[in-house]
């Protein structure tokens, strides 16, 4: 219930289109959904039947007035699998929510522009890990929500090399938030307590634009340098929706992270879905 309470906390805060009478927000959320099935049945070349589903809410305020560019984004995604032999898990999961405030250009340095940005990731469900090569060792629990959520606010400069490339440098707080007791030594926190808090530099670049009349690509590459570290976490995404028509959209997506406190090794994602898209807002 409180994960649902959440859910609709997160979809209250952005800014209703309806309700706003400054005309200069512009408002959108979008639901998704994803279906695919694999049987086989006498297959000669073997194989393993599937069934996975995943669903998604995005959502993005925007207002530009002449002192400031507010941004509001959030992304809820969660998705399962099952396959044969195998139990039901999870295959998509996350909470990520970015506000951002750019404003007014320093004269003194051209374009620019001092920047405000808060952004918050975790998870609903709790993650697992599996030995499918020996089925008779039991799972082992090593997330959970809220364990981890991790939120970064940084401050710093803005600049725009065009209207689809920019870059942003500065200096950033990170807080690695574990609730779960038992599992905050696998995230360096103290036991006694919820959260571990860094201090350091960051930075980002981000490239959007429409390729073509329904081709979208969004990349973001985030950085955060903390001072007791010799090299810098980071998180590198990249988006591409093919719109099919009005509705129908294929979507590739490749994700590489890095964040040592987590895991010392670079976790890569990827992911390519045919689905459903349909208009909230």
């Known amino acids: 219930m409180y994960r649902l309470t959440l859910l609709l906390a997160l979809l209250a805060s952005v800014p209703p289109c309806a309700a706003q009478t400054d005309s200069t927000w512009i408002n959108e959320i979008r639901g998704t959904l994803s279906f695919s099935q694999v049987g086989f049945r006498k297959w000669h070349d073997g194989g393993v039947n599937s069934l996975s589903l995943g669903a998604g809410i995005s959502g993005k305020a925007t207002k530009n007035s002449a002192k400031t560019l507010q941004e509001y984004e959030a992304r809820l995604e969660f998705g399962i699998v099952k396959q044969d032999g195998i139990e039901l898990r999870k295959s998509e999961d996350l909470i990520h929510l970015v506000s951002s405030i750019k404003f007014s250009e ?16 975790s998870q609903f469900a709790d993650g ?7 089925p008779t060792i039991n799972s082992v629990k090593i997330s959970g929500f809220f364990s981890p959520a991790i939120s970064t606010q940084s401050l710093g400069l803005n600049y725009p090399f065009s209207n689809w490339l920019e870059a942003r440098l500065g200096v950033a ?15 360096k926190v103290n036991p006694d307590q919820t959260f571990r808090w860094q201090i350091g530099s960051s930075g980002l670049v981000k490239l959007e634009r429409m390729i073509f009349s329904n081709v979208h690509i969004k990349s973001t590459l985030t950085l955060f340098f903390a001072f007791n570290q010799y090299s810098p976490d980071f998180i590198w995404e990249t988006f591409i929706n093919m719109k099919v028509n009005s509705w129908l959209q294929v979507e590739a997506n490749y994700t590489a992270y890095l964040d040592r406190d987590l895991s010392p090794s670079i976790q890569q994602k990827q992911a390519l879905a045919i689905g459903v898209s349909f208009r909230l807002l």
């Open 106 to 121: 320093i004269s003194l340095f051209g374009q620019f522009r001092p920047t405000i940005t808060i952004d918050f990731r």
């Open 128 to 134: 697992f890990q599996y030995n499918d090569k020996d």
């Open 173 to 187: 707080a990170k807080e690695t938030i574990v609730t779960i007791r038992n599992l905050r030594s696998r995230y």
